[in-house]
């Protein structure tokens, strides 16, 4: 939703089905998909690998290791691109960003790696009144709304979905910088 906001026409990718996802949608394997007709790519490989969450329950080897393999293709391809994960994923930490940085309740930080150099100033984290849906490393009962609306999203998701996404907020500031970027490169 953000990078639509910042005014890009958005496509989705995915291995698996995404029937809640707003705008057009391919099930494919992101990895073989052709990238031509795109201005930008945006990858976001599973996270569940670095999650802090997966360490404490030792589940960290159940799931795929694609953030190299991703930057290759990446990288190979030479277009803009953004690659978003957790903070302890084996990314270049080009830009941290924290809900608090967008006066969102919730600290939800996420590491950018990217090919363009995009970032400009934000505010530091502030993590004074945070609202933490998990209680027991687990999303509580009910939460899900209060989450969704926490971080800036109005329509409905699952549990699960509402947990892994990436707050719209993240996306329009990337989006409207990379939008800065390829006009002053143009």
């Not at 639509?4 to 996802?21: E, K, M, N, S, T």
């Not at 201005?39 to 569940?48: L, M, T, Y």
């Not at 009144?129 to 989450?147: N, S, T, V």
Request: glycine residues 6%; contains cysteine.
């Amino acid at each position: 939703m953000g990078y639509y906001l910042a005014g890009f026409r958005v496509v989705g990718i995915d291995i698996h089905p995404q029937p809640r996802y707003p705008f057009k949608f391919h099930q494919a394997d992101a990895m073989t998909y052709p990238l031509d007709g795109f201005d930008v790519i945006h990858a976001s490989p599973p996270c569940q690998r670095y999650s802090s969450m997966q360490h404490i329950h030792k589940n960290k080897h159940k799931h795929p290791d694609l953030i190299d393999k991703t930057r290759k293709r990446l990288i190979n391809n030479s277009k803009p691109f953004i690659i978003e994960n957790v903070v302890g994923a084996p990314l270049r930490p080009d830009l941290l960003l924290c809900g608090t940085m967008f006066n969102l309740r919730i600290a939800k930080h996420r590491i950018f790696e990217s090919n363009v150099s995009i970032f400009d100033l934000l505010p530091p984290c502030n993590h004074i009144d945070l609202y933490d849906p998990y209680h027991g490393g687990e999303m509580a009962r009910g939460e899900r709304e209060k989450l969704s609306k926490v971080i800036g999203i109005d329509w409905f998701m699952t549990r699960p979905e509402v947990r892994e996404a990436i707050p719209p907020a993240y996306t329009e500031f990337i989006g409207k910088q990379l939008i800065k970027a390829m006009k002053n490169s143009a």
